[in-house]
C-alpha cells in the first residue's frame, strides 16, 4: 500500500508493511502505486510552478539586484530603464499598508467578534454571514469600480487636493481597506470559533460580562490566529493591482509622491508597486524585463515574508494546542 | 447588597452599572462593525447600477453583437469577452483542477507527517504570489517557454498563456478546499473501506472522494470564480488592450471581462471615450459581480452540504 517502505527494520511501519505484504500474497500493488505517484506528481508540479516562477525572477533581475540596488530602490520612475527606480511605489505600498492596518484590522475584528460571540441566531446574522462571504469573491476589480465611483468621485474634495481628481492614495488605501475587509472579518471569526466554549463559561461563570471575557480571555487566546489572518490579508492588499488602475495609480509625473512620512503626499497622485510592474511589464525590451523582474523581486520579498511569517506562526500555535 | 429583612433583592442580582454599560458599548461597537459589511454590499451594487443602467436603457442592441469589442469605437460586442473569459478558465481549469486535486488528495490522504509539514506551505506559499507577478510570469516564460513550445504559430500574448497562468493561482485555491472536504470525511468510512479488503488507492477514489464530492465541487466552483474574475494576468499576458475582435483561439490574442474594464481605465486620466464608453465599463462590471455572486452562493450551498453531513 505505502510506497515509502521501509527497509526490513523494526518498529509498527515496517511491521505494517509486512502485514500488508502477506495480505496481498506477495503481489506488488501496480495501480495503487501508479495513484499514489500520481498525485504525488501533482503536487510536486504545483511546487514546482512556484519554485520556477521564483527563480525566474531573481535570475532576470538579478543585473539590477546586484548592480544597483541602492539606487533602484531610492529612485524616481524613469522613462530610461536602466535610471528607474522604484521609491515611489515603495512609498504608495506602504502607505496602503498602513490604511488596511489601521482600516481593516480594527473593523473586521470587531465584525468577527460581533458574529461569534454576540449576534443571535437571527435572520440579519444570517444575512450578514452570507453576505461576507460573498464580498470575500467579489472580484477586485469591481472592488476598483466601487472605490472609482466613491472615492475620487465622489468625494474627490475629501480625498484629494484640487488638482488630483482623487486619485490618490487615500483613495486607494480606502479601496483595498474594503477590498480585503471580509478576508479578515472571515479570518478571525475562524479563530474566534476554535477558542474552546469552557474558556468563556468560566469567564461568564465568575461573573464577567461578555465584553470582559471577550478581550480577557477570549481575544489573548484567539490573538494569534487572528494575527495569522490579518497578515495575509495586508499581503493580500498590499500586491493588489486592479483596483489600484480603477482608482488612477499613474506611473509618470508625480510630485512629492516620494517621502515616506509626508502627510500631505496622500492628497496627491500616487503610484505604488503593483501598477509599476504592470506598467514596466507592458514595456518591450531585455531592459525592461529585467527592471519589472528587480521591482518583483522587491514586491515578492515583502509578500512572501509576511505570508511565511503568519504561517508559519499558525502551525506553531496549532501545534502547541494540539 | 441585601436589603433590611437579609434577603437577596432583584438589585444586587443585575451586577455593576458601569460594567454593564461598557459591555453595552462593545456590543453596539461590533454590531456596527458588522452592519459595514452590509454596507460595503450596497455601494458596490450602488456604484454599479447607475451607470450600468444608462447603458443599457441608451445603447443601440446591434452595437452589442458585432465583430468585436471596441468600446471607443462603440462596438461592444459582449460575446468577444464573455467568450474570453470563458476560454482563459477553461484553460486554467484544465491545468488547475488535476494539479490542485491531485495535491489534495496526495496532502490529505498519502503525505507522512513531515512531507505534509513542508509541502502544505509551499502550497499556501503560492497562493499568495499577487496576480500582477503571474501576469508577468505568464508573458515572459510560460508564453515562450511553455504555450509557443508547444504550439506553432502562437503569438507573444495569447490566451492561454494567460489561463495557464490563472491556472497557476487557482491551484492553492482547490487544493486547500478540497483537502479540507476530505480530511472531514470520517476516518470509520476509511477503516471500513480497508476492512472489506480495499486497497488504499480504491479507497480513496471509491469512498473518501465520493463521500467529499460536494466540497470538491465547491472548491471547482470557487476556482472558476475567481478564474473569472482575475484581472492582471489577462490584462498583462493576454494582449488586446485596445480592444479585441471575436476569437475563440486561444493561442492568440485576446479580451476577457475584466481586462476589458482595466484596460479601459488604464492609461488615461479620466475613463472617458466616444458615447457610451465610459458606460460599458460599468455595465461589465455589473455582469461580472453578478455572475461571481451567483457562483459564490452556489459554491455556498454545497460547502453547507458537507458540513451538515459530518
Same mark, same amino acid.
Given at each position: 500500500?505505502?510506497?515509502?517502505?521501509?527497509?526490513?527494520?523494526?518498529?509498527?511501519?515496517?511491521?505494517?508493511?509486512?502485514?500488508?505484504?502477506?495480505?496481498?500474497?506477495?503481489?506488488?500493488?501496480?495501480?495503487?502505486?501508479?495513484?499514489?505517484?500520481?498525485?504525488?506528481?501533482?503536487?510536486?508540479?504545483?511546487?514546482?510552478?512556484?519554485?520556477?516562477?521564483?527563480?525566474?525572477?531573481?535570475?532576470?533581475?538579478?543585473?539590477?539586484?546586484?548592480?544597483?540596488?541602492?539606487?533602484?530602490?531610492?529612485?524616481?520612475?524613469?522613462?530610461?530603464?536602466?535610471?528607474?527606480?522604484? %521609491?515611489?511605489?515603495?512609498?504608495?505600498?506602504?502607505?496602503?499598508?498602513?490604511?488596511?492596518?489601521?482600516?481593516?484590522?480594527?473593523?473586521?475584528?470587531?465584525?468577527?467578534?460581533?458574529?461569534?460571540?454576540?449576534?443571535?441566531?437571527?435572520?440579519?446574522?444570517?444575512?450578514? +454571514?452570507?453576505?461576507? %462571504?460573498?464580498?470575500?469573491?467579489?472580484?477586485?476589480?469591481?472592488?476598483?469600480?466601487?472605490?472609482?465611483?466613491?472615492?475620487?468621485?465622489?468625494?474627490?474634495?475629501?480625498?484629494?487636493?484640487?488638482?488630483?481628481?482623487?486619485?490618490?492614495?487615500?483613495?486607494?488605501?480606502?479601496?483595498?481597506?474594503?477590498?480585503?475587509?471580509?478576508?479578515?472579518?472571515?479570518?478571525?471569526?475562524?479563530?474566534?470559533?476554535?477558542?474552546?466554549?469552557?474558556? %468563556? @463559561?468560566?469567564?461568564?461563570?465568575?461573573?464577567?460580562?461578555?465584553?470582559?471575557?471577550?478581550?480577557?480571555?477570549?481575544?489573548?487566546?484567539?490573538?494569534?490566529?487572528?494575527?495569522?489572518?490579518?497578515?495575509?490579508?495586508?499581503?493580500?492588499?498590499?500586491? @493588489?493591482?486592479?483596483?489600484?488602475?480603477?482608482?488612477?495609480?499613474?506611473?509618470?509625473?508625480?510630485?512629492?509622491? +516620494?517621502?515616506?512620512?509626508?502627510?500631505?503626499?496622500?492628497?496627491?497622485?500616487?503610484?505604488?508597486?503593483?501598477?509599476?510592474?504592470?506598467?514596466?511589464?507592458?514595456?518591450?525590451? %531585455?531592459?525592461?524585463?529585467?527592471?519589472?523582474?528587480?521591482?518583483?523581486?522587491?514586491?515578492?520579498?515583502?509578500?512572501?515574508?509576511?505570508?511565511?511569517?503568519?504561517?508559519?506562526?499558525?502551525?506553531?500555535?496549532?501545534?502547541?494546542?494540539? | 447588597?441585601?436589603?433590611?429583612?437579609?434577603? =437577596?433583592?432583584? *438589585?444586587?442580582?443585575?451586577?455593576?452599572?458601569?460594567?454593564?454599560?461598557?459591555?453595552?458599548?462593545?456590543?453596539?461597537?461590533?454590531?456596527?462593525? !458588522?452592519?459595514?459589511?452590509?454596507?460595503?454590499?450596497?455601494?458596490?451594487?450602488?456604484?454599479? !447600477?447607475?451607470?450600468?443602467?444608462?447603458?443599457?436603457?441608451?445603447?443601440?442592441?446591434?452595437?452589442?453583437?458585432? *465583430?468585436?469589442?471596441?468600446?471607443?469605437?462603440?462596438?461592444?460586442?459582449?460575446?468577444?469577452?464573455?467568450?474570453?473569459?470563458?476560454?482563459?478558465?477553461? #484553460?486554467?481549469?484544465?491545468?488547475?483542477?488535476?494539479?490542485?486535486?491531485?495535491?489534495?488528495?496526495?496532502?490529505?490522504?498519502?503525505?507522512?507527517?513531515?512531507?505534509?509539514?513542508? =509541502?502544505?506551505?509551499?502550497?499556501?506559499?503560492?497562493?499568495?504570489?499577487?496576480?500582477?507577478?503571474?501576469?508577468?510570469?505568464?508573458?515572459?516564460?510560460?508564453?515562450?517557454?511553455?504555450?509557443?513550445?508547444?504550439?506553432?504559430? !502562437?503569438?507573444?500574448?495569447?490566451?492561454?498563456?494567460?489561463?495557464?497562468?490563472?491556472?497557476?493561482?487557482?491551484?492553492?485555491?482547490?487544493?486547500?478546499?478540497?483537502?479540507?472536504?476530505?480530511?472531514? #470525511?470520517?476516518?470509520?468510512?476509511?477503516?471500513?473501506?480497508?476492512?472489506?479488503?480495499?486497497?488504499?488507492? #480504491?479507497?480513496?477514489?471509491?469512498?473518501?472522494?465520493?463521500?467529499?464530492?460536494?466540497?470538491?465541487?465547491?472548491?471547482?466552483?470557487?476556482?472558476?470564480?475567481?478564474?473569472?474574475?482575475?484581472?492582471? #494576468?489577462?490584462?498583462?499576458?493576454?494582449?488586446?488592450?485596445?480592444?479585441?475582435?471575436?476569437?475563440? *483561439?486561444?493561442?492568440?490574442?485576446?479580451?476577457?471581462?475584466?481586462?476589458?474594464?482595466?484596460?479601459?481605465?488604464?492609461?488615461?486620466?479620466?475613463?472617458?471615450?466616444?458615447?457610451?464608453? $465610459?458606460?460599458?465599463? $460599468? $455595465?461589465?462590471?455589473?455582469?461580472?459581480?453578478?455572475?461571481?455572486?451567483? =457562483?459564490?452562493?452556489?459554491?455556498?450551498? $454545497?460547502?453547507?452540504?458537507?458540513?451538515?453531513?459530518?
Amino acid at each position: 500500500m505505502t510506497v515509502l517502505s521501509t527497509p526490513s527494520g523494526t518498529g509498527p511501519q515496517a511491521a505494517r508493511a509486512r502485514v500488508e505484504q502477506a495480505l496481498r500474497g506477495g503481489k506488488v500493488d501496480v495501480w495503487g502505486r501508479a495513484f499514489h505517484l500520481v498525485v504525488l506528481a501533482a503536487l510536486l508540479l504545483a511546487v514546482l510552478a512556484l519554485v520556477v516562477l521564483l527563480v525566474d525572477m531573481l535570475t532576470t533581475g538579478a543585473p539590477v539586484l546586484t548592480g544597483r540596488l541602492g539606487g533602484f530602490l531610492d529612485g524616481a520612475l524613469r522613462s530610461q530603464p536602466g535610471a528607474s527606480g522604484i %521609491r515611489q511605489g515603495l512609498v504608495g505600498t506602504f502607505w496602503i499598508g498602513v490604511f488596511v492596518v489601521l482600516l481593516s484590522f480594527p473593523l473586521g475584528i470587531a465584525a468577527a467578534i460581533h458574529l461569534e460571540e454576540y449576534a443571535a441566531r437571527t435572520r440579519l446574522t444570517r444575512f450578514i +454571514d452570507v453576505n461576507i %462571504r460573498n464580498l470575500a469573491g467579489v472580484p477586485s476589480v469591481v472592488y476598483g469600480i466601487l472605490g472609482f465611483t466613491i472615492f475620487t468621485k465622489a468625494l474627490r474634495d475629501v480625498t484629494g487636493s484640487p488638482g488630483s481628481n482623487g486619485r490618490t492614495i487615500v483613495s486607494a488605501g480606502l479601496t483595498l481597506a474594503i477590498l480585503v475587509l471580509p478576508i479578515v472579518i472571515i479570518t478571525a471569526s475562524e479563530a474566534l470559533r476554535a477558542v474552546p466554549s469552557g474558556l %468563556r @463559561e468560566a469567564g461568564f461563570g465568575v461573573g464577567a460580562t461578555r465584553s470582559e471575557v471577550v478581550r480577557h480571555h477570549v481575544l489573548p487566546y484567539a490573538a494569534p490566529g487572528i494575527f495569522t489572518g490579518t497578515v495575509l490579508a495586508l499581503a493580500r492588499a498590499l500586491g @493588489e493591482a486592479a483596483p489600484l488602475i480603477l482608482v488612477g495609480a499613474t506611473s509618470g509625473y508625480l510630485t512629492g509622491a +516620494d517621502r515616506f512620512l509626508e502627510l500631505g503626499a496622500l492628497r496627491e497622485r500616487f503610484t505604488a508597486m503593483p501598477t509599476v510592474i504592470t506598467t514596466w511589464a507592458g514595456r518591450p525590451g %531585455r531592459e525592461w524585463e529585467e527592471v519589472t523582474a528587480a521591482a518583483i523581486v522587491i514586491l515578492l520579498a515583502v509578500v512572501l515574508l509576511a505570508n511565511t511569517t503568519a504561517i508559519v506562526l499558525r502551525n506553531r500555535f496549532e501545534k502547541k494546542r494540539g | 447588597m441585601t436589603d433590611a429583612t437579609g434577603s =437577596l433583592t432583584i *438589585d444586587a442580582l443585575s451586577g455593576d452599572r458601569r460594567r454593564m454599560r461598557a459591555d453595552m458599548v462593545t456590543r453596539l461597537l461590533v454590531l456596527a462593525a !458588522a452592519v459595514t459589511s452590509i454596507l460595503i454590499s450596497a455601494l458596490i451594487i450602488f456604484s454599479l !447600477a447607475g451607470e450600468a443602467w444608462t447603458f443599457v436603457s441608451q445603447v443601440e442592441v446591434a452595437s452589442l453583437w458585432t *465583430d468585436g469589442w471596441f468600446p471607443r469605437r462603440g462596438l461592444y460586442d459582449i460575446k468577444t469577452i464573455v467568450v474570453g473569459s470563458l476560454l482563459v478558465t477553461a #484553460v486554467a481549469m484544465l491545468l488547475a483542477v488535476p494539479l490542485g486535486l491531485g495535491a489534495a488528495v496526495y496532502l490529505s490522504e498519502y503525505a507522512p507527517r513531515q512531507v505534509r509539514k513542508v =509541502l502544505k506551505p509551499a502550497v499556501e506559499i503560492l497562493a499568495g504570489i499577487p496576480s500582477v507577478v503571474l501576469g508577468f510570469f505568464a508573458l515572459t516564460f510560460i508564453s515562450p517557454e511553455v504555450v509557443q513550445r508547444f504550439a506553432e504559430g !502562437a503569438t507573444q500574448f495569447n490566451l492561454a498563456a494567460a489561463g495557464l497562468g490563472v491556472g497557476i493561482l487557482t491551484i492553492p485555491l482547490i487544493a486547500a478546499v478540497s483537502e479540507d472536504a476530505m480530511r472531514s #470525511v470520517p476516518n470509520s468510512l476509511r477503516e471500513a473501506s480497508a476492512a472489506m479488503g480495499a486497497r488504499k488507492a #480504491v479507497t480513496v477514489v471509491r469512498v473518501v472522494i465520493p463521500a467529499a464530492v460536494s466540497g470538491l465541487v465547491a472548491s471547482f466552483i470557487v476556482a472558476v470564480s475567481r478564474a473569472i474574475g482575475e484581472t492582471m #494576468v489577462v490584462f498583462i499576458a493576454a494582449g488586446a488592450t485596445g480592444g479585441a475582435l471575436f476569437t475563440t *483561439d486561444v493561442f492568440g490574442p485576446g479580451q476577457t471581462m475584466t481586462a476589458a474594464m482595466a484596460s479601459q481605465a488604464a492609461g488615461t486620466d479620466q475613463v472617458r471615450g466616444a458615447g457610451l464608453t $465610459f458606460q460599458s465599463l $460599468f $455595465f461589465v462590471g455589473m455582469l461580472l459581480f453578478i455572475v461571481t455572486l451567483v =457562483l459564490n452562493l452556489l459554491a455556498d450551498r $454545497f460547502v453547507r452540504r458537507v458540513r451538515q453531513r459530518y
